[in-house]
Every structure is written in C-alpha cells, then in structure tokens.
C-alpha cells in the first residue's frame, strides 16, 4: 500500500462544476502539499498546510490531522483547471512522498 | 526573482554516454531536491543536498547516479553511463530551510536512444 493515496484516479467535470480531490496518507507527517502539473509541463506548489484550511481564489484545502485526510476543493472549475493535481507529504526529513496524481479534466 | 531554473529543458542521450542536470535554486534558497517521474508513473525522491553537502540520497539508485551542491554554482545531477530506463523527466526543487516550502523547477526530460 502507498504511504499517500489519492482519490479519484481521473475526474472529468463541467465547466462550473464543484471539485473535490481526496488525500489519504499513512504516515506521520510534518506537512502537505498539494500540487499542480500541466500537461509537459512544471509542477507548481498550490498549498502548503499542517493543520486546518486554506484558501486561494477558487481553491480550498484542508486536512485532518486526526484522520490523516486532507481534501482539495475547486469552486466554479473552469477548463484552465485541467491539469494533474498531486497530493505529496513531508514525513521524515525533508523529501517529499507523492500520490499517484488526479487527472483533472474540465469540460467547457 | 528568478524562480528555480533547470537546464537543459530537454536533453537526448545515447546508450552508454553521460548526462548532466543542472539546477539553480532560487535566490537565497540553500537547499535542493531532485525527483524522478518515470513515464507513466509518480514523483519518486532522489535526494536532497544542501551546500557541500548531501543530506539525504535514499531515492538514489546505488550505481551511475551521484550529485553535489558545490559552493558556488547549480546543483548537478550526473547520470554515467545512461540506459533507456533512465528515460524521465527530473524535476528539481528549493527551499530556504528545511521545513519550508519546496518550490520547483520545469523539470529536464531526458530521452535515452
């Protein structure tokens, strides 16, 4: 079993849509993070957090520390948002450790 | 200030011949990471290095694989020897400290023929 778990795998959504993209690790953890990954391209960090929620534009996120769960949410999705979105967790020492990634795809 | 830059962006290699993998890390960022995405597959750690130093190489395959931090200059990622396996994109990241936010390169793909 992976240490960090993703679900689901792939996401297809109406433009407008509400997104929701499921975290689940297995470890102890000091942070998480959630990712962006454009087709070819970079990798952009969208949210670091450690307890609680947070909020950027149309993105929210937030974890559960207790339930070692953390959710990434998408209001009014749009198709820009197409992209892979990764969940990654700081555990021991500073690596990180990756989900498998969620294909996002918004139709327009 | 320049984010994290990586070069080359993409690179072609034949069997058997060396790449290098060049990193510069933010302004005023002292730490690196590298990490591998196989085709196909997830982000996977390689290692972590700090200034002269190498902190942390569990993600590093045992033979062909080595990187610095020198004092002045990118971090270098060396492969020796390449094979088709080796296909992948390397993606290298910075942070001013440990604990705080990695930010990441473009990534360098590299193709082995």
């Known amino acids: 079993k ?12 109406q433009e407008g849509e509400f997104i929701t993209i499921n975290c689940s690790y297995s470890v102890g953890i000091s942070a998480l993070h959630w990712l962006q990954q454009h087709p070819g391209g970079g990798i952009v960090s969208l949210f670091m ?3 609680g929620k947070k909020k950027h534009g149309r993105l929210i996120a937030t974890i559960n520390i207790q ?25 021991y020492g500073n690596k990180l450790v990756f ?8 139709k327009s | ?9 993409h690179l072609v290699r034949r069997r058997g011949q060396e790449a290098r993998l060049r ?8 730490h690196v990471y590298w990490y591998r995405q196989l085709p196909e597959e997830g982000l996977k750690f390689m290692v972590y290095l700090q200034k002269e130093n190498i902190i942390d190489e569990s993600g590093m395959p045992k033979e062909r694989f080595s990187a610095e931090f020198p004092k002045e200059g990118p971090s270098i990622l060396r492969i020796q020897q390449v094979v088709r396996g080796d296909s992948a994109a390397y993606f290298c990241a910075s942070s001013a400290g440990q604990g705080n936010e990695q930010y990441f390169g473009p990534g360098t793909r590299l193709t082995v023929t």
């Open chain 2, 1 to 9: 200030n320049a984010g994290v830059m990586q070069n080359p962006r």
């Open chain 2, 23 to 30: 990193c510069s890390p933010m302004k005023g960022h002292s």
């Open chain 1, 99 to 106: 989900g498998a990634g969620t294909i996002l795809r918004v």
């Open chain 1, 49 to 51: 957090l450690s307890s």
């Open chain 1, 67 to 91: 339930e070692k769960h953390s959710s990434l949410h998408i209001t009014a999705s749009h198709p820009r948002d197409s992209a892979v979105y990764i969940c990654a967790v700081t555990s």
């Open chain 1, 2 to 13: 992976n240490e960090v778990e993703q679900s689901p795998q792939n996401l297809t959504a």
